[in-house]
């Protein structure tokens, strides 16, 4: 069984590899900043979305490419959880 509360310390990596990572994780830096953003969110917000839902994404897709798996499966399955019963939600309260 896998513990999911103390995620498995991500592989080292060599310079080179962690250099080649770095856009990726200013890409993600940005992204958090832009979710957190009040103008930003009051947008997402009028469009039926919802940011911490999108942060937790975020994450665990960050998670992941930081190889931490077992976070990564945590916060993905916790967002897709989230994002299909507010479907199901919407889709019932909505006209047909």
Do not use: Q, W
């Not at 930081?66 to 945590?74: F, I």
């Amino acid at each position: 069984m896998v513990d999911t509360k103390t995620p498995a310390a991500a592989p080292l990596a060599a310079p080179a590899a962690l250099a080649a990572l770095a856009p990726l994780e200013h890409a993600f830096s940005e992204l958090e900043r832009l979710l957190k953003d009040r103008e930003v969110g009051c947008a997402l917000a009028e469009r039926g979305l919802n940011v911490s839902l999108a942060l937790v994404a975020c994450d665990g897709l960050r998670a992941y490419l930081d190889g931490h798996h077992a976070r990564a499966a945590e916060d993905l399955a916790t967002a897709a959880e989230e994002i299909a019963a507010r479907y199901r939600r919407a889709s019932h309260e909505s006209p047909s």
